[in-house]
């Protein structure tokens, strides 16, 4: 589904992105990891469009984004969801208007339909019948899955979560990865997950990639990262500071 071959991204003489190669199956749930700083975010808004790269391609769905115009580009942003760090949301509009937002945005659906889908995906993140209620009303836990609730409301091949766990306590936590497990299984879309939390990362990926000073250093399964012999990846994955301190 999603191709990123030979991928370059520089800021002012400071290179990001160095040549990043990876390949995203339909379906699975790929998180991206790495350290902070490290160009996870910068990758996944070359995905979308927001992002020109210097050198190379993202190709989505045989589509090269770069290279697409404005029509085509939106087309594209269509197939995506993506759940903010901050989640993002509007703090002037209810719940059910933030959710409701992008299909009022992008869609002719009438409001009867539109008020169905927000209850609906509303329904998928376990927040039914708080529609009415502002985001400044809600925990920093449920403030994710609105935005998450947001991200579904187009009906997305692919939902980009970037740091889906950040600031929220550890019960929290478990309780999104739990819901972006139940997701992806209940709705078959393609995950892409940027973290640096590993406990985030063992729960819910397909596969895992891991970001090393601007290239892919390693993409393989869960076991497959536990147990590799990289040097780089074990220190990052194990916590451990180079100079071998915790």
């Known amino acids: 589904m999603i191709e990123i071959i030979n991928l370059y991204k520089e800021f002012v003489r ?7 190669n990876l390949t995203i199956r339909d379906g699975e749930t790929m998180v991206i990891i790495g350290r902070s700083g490290c160009g996870k975010s910068v990758l996944l808004k070359h995905m979308i469009g927001l992002m020109k790269p210097d050198d190379g391609q993202v190709i989505v769905d045989d589509e090269e984004v ?15 969801g993506m ?39 509303l329904g998928y993140v376990g927040l039914a019948g708080i529609e009415h209620l502002k985001p400044a009303e809600l925990s920093g836990g449920m403030r994710k899955r609105v935005g998450l609730a947001r991200a579904l409301a187009i009906k997305p091949n692919v939902i980009l979560y970037d740091e889906p766990t950040t600031g ?79």
């Not at 400071?14 to 990043?20: A, D, E, F, K, Q």
């Not at 959710?99 to 609906?120: G, S």
């Open 14 to 20: 400071h290179p990001v992105l160095r040549g990043v």
């Open 66 to 80: 770069s290279r697409a115009d404005e029509p085509a580009l939106r087309r594209i942003r269509l197939k995506f």
């Open 83 to 121: 759940l903010f760090q901050a989640a993002a949301l509007f703090d002037s509009l209810t719940v059910g208007e933030n959710v409701a937002f992008p299909l009022r945005e992008h869609t002719p659906m009438e409001e009867h339909a539109i008020q169905e889908r927000v209850k609906e995906c």
């Open 168 to 246: 929220v306590d550890p019960i929290g936590a478990d309780a999104i990865n739990r819901l972006i497990k139940g997701l992806h299984d209940k709705l078959k879309v393609t995950g892409i997950v940027v973290t640096h939390d590993m406990v985030s990362a063992y729960r819910i990926a397909d596969r895992i990639a891991m970001l090393h000073e601007g290239r892919i250093l390693q993409v393989g399964t869960v076991e497959e990262i536990r147990s590799t012999s990289n040097p780089l990846v074990r220190q990052f994955i194990l916590g451990i500071s180079e100079n071998g301190g915790g």
